[in-house]
């Protein structure tokens, strides 16, 4: 795998700025998901939640540029599109492309109504889904120890679902199953990060959640590099 580490490990980015400190996430951000209607929803949504997004991905953006030698750049979710359903998740995905991010290789840092999630991404409009799932099961392996055990890590194939499954229980038959789908169905996706349930109290230590983002996005760099190939 590719070197992660072009400065003394444990080093960041934000030690070399002062940053004001982040707020975290508290029950009011979580709750904005059991409001009814789209109006009333999105309105919270856009007054609470999004400007911790917003700053998640000033902040953030700059450290996985160091670690992926490309720059990186955010965009927060705006759920223009919809007219009425209001949206059960919100997020900021940081990608290499300052247009967008979903036709490419992402990270992602956002809320469901029940956990908060920060992970890896390569959802259904990506590009080049099967050639990386090809280099994926050459290296399956590899892959397969990538997540640390009892960090709970989770492996997804959608993300429109809340539901992910722990990689501490899965096998690497279930493993090259996902890389496998993802290599042959048009509509396949897969995701890999840490899920923090709500009553989490890191959630609530904003320094601390940022820490951890940064850990998280360090431990899959592997996977981005090798979908951005």
Same mark, same amino acid.
Request: hydrophobic share 40%.
């Given at each position: 795998?590719?070197n ?10 934000l ?10 996430? /508290?029950?009011?951000? +979580?709750?904005?998901? $059991?409001? *009814?209607g !789209? ?8 007054? %609470? ?31 223009a ?9 919100t ?24 956990h908060?999630f ?9 590009? /080049?889904?099967a050639? +990386?799932?090809?280099? $994926?099961? *050459?290296? !399956? ?8 055990? %009892?960090?709970?890590y ?24 996902l ?18 349930d ?32």
């Open positions: 795998m590719t992660l580490h072009p400065r003394p490990s444990g080093a960041s980015v030690d070399e700025r002062s940053p004001s400190a982040f707020p975290g996430f /508290g029950p009011a951000d +979580f709750d904005v998901f $059991a409001i *009814d !789209l109006e009333p929803r999105m309105s919270a949504l856009i007054s %609470g939640i999004r400007p911790k997004l917003e700053e998640l991905g000033s902040r953030l953006s700059p450290e996985l540029s160091i670690l992926s030698g490309t720059e990186f750049h955010p965009h927060v979710a705006k759920h599109r919809r007219t009425v359903n209001p949206p059960s998740d997020w900021v995905a940081f990608a290499a492309n300052k247009r967008g991010y979903k036709a490419h290789p992402h990270f992602q840092i956002g809320l469901w109504g029940t908060a920060i992970q890896f991404a390569v959802i259904y409009e990506a590009e /080049g889904k050639e +990386f799932a090809r280099r $994926a099961l *050459d290296r !399956l392996d590899e892959l397969y120890a990538l997540p640390p055990a %009892g960090q709970g989770v492996w997804s194939g959608d993300h429109t679902r809340p539901e992910a499954a722990p990689h501490d229980g899965m096998s690497r038959d279930e493993l090259r199953a890389f496998e789908r993802l290599r042959t169905v048009k509509a396949a996706e897969l995701l890999c990060g840490v899920h923090l709500r009553s989490d109290p890191l959630l609530r230590d904003g320094e601390a959640f940022v820490r951890k983002a940064e850990s998280v996005f360090q431990t899959l760099m592997p996977l981005y590099l090798l979908a951005s190939r």
